[in-house]
């Protein structure tokens, strides 16, 4: 009996350890600052400064912002604008729905099936930002971000992205040098992730958007450290855009957001309570299935009954030895 009750406890803490350990990508964002990859202000020149620049240029002097076509609405024409003005030594390259597609089939058409089949059209806005990065290099902007200063300095770093609050890093503003390890990564791993999640806001977020980016940048760097030309520099948010200094402005907000984002930030602001509700649910199901097997598994009976519901026990077992194989394969699509 004791030894029955034992095995419960271990299948039980078995499943959880497999979950933790199929989750444990996300779990670490919650704690990853990416503090020690970060660009300090201390190393930045001052946006007008006279003194030559420190630092070799690595990034190509190329600006590449994505729409669907080449009519930029109103409300952002003054942060391509600010961009464009600072920047007239810079190559500029608008990627709209049929010139992406055209790259795509043109330069890697192993990934047009998927550019082609994703639901939403920010999907393809992600995917082809990673891929020209990748490619040409270069600065990704999105249409909503403005320049408030040259971004000559940022050119000095053979990769960055910008650090996210409370967790992650963003895909609104990015650079590269062509041919980084970092974005190969990205780019090879697109097809892998592109799953439904069935809200809307998740499947894009984890699909292509900047949760997708994040998981692939924790895992880029849980290899060990780079060296420095394959490190991924961090812009936090004093140079992003909180003061004068910043390198950018940011403007109103992006233009997919559906009802279900509502739903994501409610839980984000309620956060404590999903968890506490979460844990007792969580109880709840293992005492009830503890009661499920001690009473009908463990429960006296004929002789004949007991040994053909070991063979039920049995059973389960095996079974949930599948599922957890099942999520251990899927770690590993994610590891690769
Ligand atoms: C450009 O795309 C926007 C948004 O998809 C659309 O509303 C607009 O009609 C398009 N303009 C042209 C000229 O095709």
Redesign the pocket.
């Known amino acids: 009996m004791r030894r029955a009750y034992a095995i419960y406890l271990i299948v039980n803490l078995l499943i959880l350890g497999f979950i933790v350990n199929y989750v444990w990508t996300l779990l670490s964002l919650l704690v990853v600052t990416g503090r020690s990859d970060a660009i300090s202000r201390a190393e930045l020149p001052g946006p007008n400064s006279p003194l030559p620049k420190q630092r070799q240029a690595v990034i190509p002097k190329i600006i590449h912002q994505t ?5 930029i ?1 109103e409300r952002w024409k003054e942060a391509q604008r600010s961009c464009l003005d600072l920047h007239e030594d810079y190559e500029y390259k608008l990627w709209t729905d049929k010139s992406s597609r055209e790259f795509i089939s043109q330069e890697y058409p192993w990934f047009l099936e998927t550019f082609d089949s994703y639901t939403y ?1 920010i999907q393809r806005a992600d995917a082809i930002r990673y891929f020209v990065l990748a490619h040409f290099g270069g600065i990704y902007i999105d249409m909503d971000d403005g320049c408030n200063r040259r971004l000559d300095a940022l050119l000095a770093y053979p990769a960055w992205v910008r650090r996210t609050v409370p967790t992650g890093i963003s895909n609104d503003v990015m650079g590269s040098v062509p041919h980084h390890p970092f974005f190969l990564r990205v780019i090879d791993a697109l097809p892998r992730y592109d799953r439904n999640w069935v809200l809307p806001y998740v499947t894009v977020m984890g699909s292509t958007g900047p949760l997708f980016l994040s998981v692939i940048w924790r895992h880029y760097n849980s290899e060990g450290s780079h060296a420095e030309k394959d490190r991924v520099r961090i812009l936090f948010p004093d140079e992003y855009n909180a003061h004068s200094w910043s390198f950018f402005t940011h403007h109103e907000g992006s233009s997919w957001h559906q009802s279900d984002v509502k739903l994501i930030m409610w839980m984000a602001r309620n956060w404590i309570m999903l968890f506490v509700l979460g844990t007792v649910i969580g109880l709840s199901v293992i005492f009830a299935g503890f009661w499920v097997y001690a009473r009908f598994c463990l429960g006296a009976g004929s002789p004949k009954k007991r040994a053909s519901l070991r063979r039920l026990r049995f059973w389960r077992t095996q079974s949930s030895g599948k599922i957890d194989y099942e999520l251990l394969d899927r770690e590993s699509d994610h590891r690769v």
């Not at 729409?67 to 009519?71: A, E, I, M, P, R």
């Open positions: 729409y669907s076509n080449t009519s609405p059209p």
